[in-house]
């Protein structure tokens, strides 16, 4: 009975982490940002995800984007997994709009992201990325 209680706590700690870190970057759309800009880079496309406001143009555009970097050769993959998120500049529209404008030290392109906060979380609206608004 003992070990019951002693495997329930551990798991009871291990959620309560997990909620806790997900609070911690969801509050700084800064933070968000780069957990997205990261994942996708590396190829962890189930992370970057998360980050998706999920609306059907958004997940359309990630979707798109998935297939593209899928294509890719190894060579390429490889270079975006190594590569350093670099931010140019963050612009925060109003309390609840942020624009980050970066690139990244393989490819060295500017690219930006818009994340909104919607309950709470920061996340990514790709439709900003693809067509500026």
Known sequence: MLKFWA???VILMFF???EQKLRERSNDPLESGRQFIDASLKGNYEEAK???LPDS???????GLVKFNERLNEH???GYKNAN???NSAENISD????????NTFKNEPAKIKLVKINHEWMVDFKY?????
């Open 96 to 103: 609840s709009v942020t624009i980050i404008n970066y690139s």
């Open 7 to 9: 495997a329930s706590l």
């Open 57 to 63: 143009v958004n997940l359309e555009y990630f979707n």
């Open 76 to 78: 390429e993959k490889e």
């Open 50 to 52: 998360k980050y998706i």
């Open 85 to 87: 998120i670099i931010i």
């Open 16 to 18: 309560f982490a997990c």
């Open 129 to 133: 990325t693809f067509s500026n608004t």
